[in-house]
């Protein structure tokens, strides 16, 4: 089904055919933007209308603080801390300098501070963590380097009731 009307007129006789010019009734685009739009909020992803992803470009330098729900991808330079209800990605060439607290955090880039209670952390080859982590579990690939403490693979109830006989204590 075609959205324009098509008219065909015989080229003359020795000269190649030229293609009709698109006129606004051979315009493959609705003249209402009504249909437009509803067609671009089927084509568009469940998730980027719930949650999205923020991207912080790479020649980009910010002091402060990320907070809220969603997916962050930070490429460029971050100071502050990080507490999101998401995945937090710091691309190679990326640096954050402060605490975080996200779902899943990726490190391909650098990231100076501490990460706390991640389901999952996967540092990627190049990554550089100097901080503490703790995890649900931690991937670490070849050629990533990280100076700190990590903790990963113990639920809080279980590391609670393991602390006193740990210590000592006997209870």
């Known amino acids: 089904m075609a959205l324009w009307k098509e008219t065909s007129t015989p080229a003359p006789a020795?000269?190649?055919a030229i293609p009709p010019a698109i006129s606004p009734e051979r315009s493959p685009v609705p003249a209402s933007p009504e249909p437009l739009s509803a067609?671009?909020?089927l084509r568009r992803p469940?998730?980027?209308i719930e949650g999205g992803e923020s991207v912080i470009a790479a020649n980009l330098s910010i002091d402060g603080k990320i907070e809220g729900a969603g997916n962050v991808k930070m490429a460029g330079r971050f100071k502050g801390d990080v507490r999101i209800d998401g995945n937090f990605n710091?691309?190679?060439g990326a640096t954050v300098t402060g605490q975080v607290l996200?779902?899943?955090v990726l490190v391909g880039g650098e990231l100076q501070g501490?990460?706390?209670s991640a389901?999952?952390?996967d540092v990627l080859e190049g990554g550089v963590i100097v901080g503490d982590v703790k995890a649900g579990s931690i991937t670490v690939a070849a050629g990533s380097r990280m100076r700190g403490h990590v903790e990963f693979g113990?639920?809080?109830e279980k590391v609670s009731k393991l602390e006193p006989s740990r210590l000592g204590d006997g209870k």
């Open 14 to 16: 020795g000269s190649a």
């Open 39 to 41: 067609t671009v909020a």
């Open 46 to 48: 469940k998730e980027r």
């Open 90 to 92: 710091i691309e190679p």
């Open 102 to 104: 996200a779902a899943v």
């Open 114 to 116: 501490n990460i706390e």
């Open 119 to 121: 389901k999952r952390v």
């Open 154 to 156: 113990w639920d809080d």
